[in-house]
């Protein structure tokens, strides 16, 4: 499914099977993830995309071709890919061990043909040898609502425990599972009126559930916004407590609206999630030894793709949506 123009339904064409070179592997896709990252490059609200494009950078796959000077992988091995696809290593960032935030940096899906196809290339150092138990598509989501998530949530450290998840998607409804086993008290806030996300929301073990205007009945330790709408960021810090902290998990989101200082005040802090690092994929596989989490996913054929897109768009998706390879 090809991107060739943005604010255009993608196209589903044939294409050259691409051949991995230098440091490259090539990978039969199992199945793709579909992101909120993707509707933002699709509808022209990341303007710096490769075009043509495949989009998708959330890849379980199998290496079935490997480029040269790649020892650290095989053939057959499972692997998962993520957003982030190359970093120079260089820049003053990448030095700092902030390769998340590399001025030179390239991403899967946006500046790199991504997953929504059945076979991909990509640098070997940038994807995630993982276990069996990852082969199958409902694993997709973890390589990006699964990771950012997981740094979202780092971010807000060990001592938070009410804590607020604004649009309850395919991140929260992975974050929910950790936060849940590490005894912590989740908000899910939703759209209102939105009663299948809320009942979704409980039936993970929410220990409250609102729609977004709703005040929760605690003051919340930390609050992380999913949804890409700006008027949440003055909602959510009247909702946290005093030193609280609130984390934009999104690459995008609506103009935020002015609001008065005594909001922010108090301590509170307001900071962004830009990407995530390889370290940040180690450190939450390695978690997941022991927190077992279980996706929900709604599966698409390919050829559905732009389908699967508009009902992400709307709201309509439990949990995450993924794009499945029918492959001999």
């Not at 440091?23 to 990341?46: F, M, N, P, S, Y």
């Not at 939105?194 to 930390?222: C, H, I, N, R, T």
Request: aromatic share 8%; charged share 20%.
């Amino acid at each position: 499914m090809v991107l060739e123009h943005q604010n255009q339904p993608l196209v589903y064409k044939e294409v050259s099977i691409p051949k991995p070179g230098q440091g490259e592997v090539q990978i039969k896709v199992i199945a793709c993830g579909i992101c909120r990252t993707d509707l933002h490059v699709i509808d022209g609200e990341l303007t710096q995309p490769k075009l043509p494009l495949i989009p998708g950078h959330e890849i379980i796959g199998k290496i079935t071709g490997i480029g040269a000077v790649v020892e650290s992988l095989k053939i057959d091995d499972l692997v998962g890919v993520p957003w982030l696809g190359y970093t120079c290593g260089k820049c003053k960032f990448c030095k700092l061990d902030k390769e998340n935030l590399c001025e030179n940096a390239r991403f899967t899906g946006y500046t790199i043909d991504g997953g929504y196809a059945e076979y991909t290339v990509v640098d070997a150092r940038y994807c995630f040898l993982l276990s069996d138990k990852y082969d199958n598509p409902a694993s997709a989501p973890l390589l990006c609502a699964g990771l950012i998530g997981f740094r979202s949530y780092h971010m807000i450290g060990d001592k938070a425990k009410n804590i607020g998840m604004y649009g309850f998607g395919a991140a929260a409804h992975i974050l929910i599972q950790i936060a849940k086993a590490q005894n912590k008290k989740v908000f899910a806030f939703t759209r209102d009126n939105d009663s299948k996300s809320q009942s979704f929301a409980q039936d993970l073990g929410a220990f409250w559930v609102g729609g977004s205007s709703d005040s929760p009945p605690e003051k919340l330790d930390a609050a992380i916004i999913f949804a890409p709408a700006g008027e949440l960021i003055p909602k959510a810090l009247q909702d946290i407590d005093k030193g609280g902290m609130v984390i934009c998990g999104g690459i995008h989101m609506s103009e935020i609206p002015a609001f008065s200082y005594d909001l922010l005040w108090e301590e509170r802090v307001l900071k962004s999630v830009a990407n995530l690092t390889r370290q940040d994929g180690l450190d939450f596989f390695e978690l997941l030894k022991s927190i077992p989490v279980t996706t929900q996913t709604e599966f698409f054929p390919l050829i559905r793709a732009n389908e699967a897109i508009e009902k992400l768009r709307k709201g309509q998706i439990r949990g995450a949506a993924v794009l499945v390879m029918h492959q001999e």
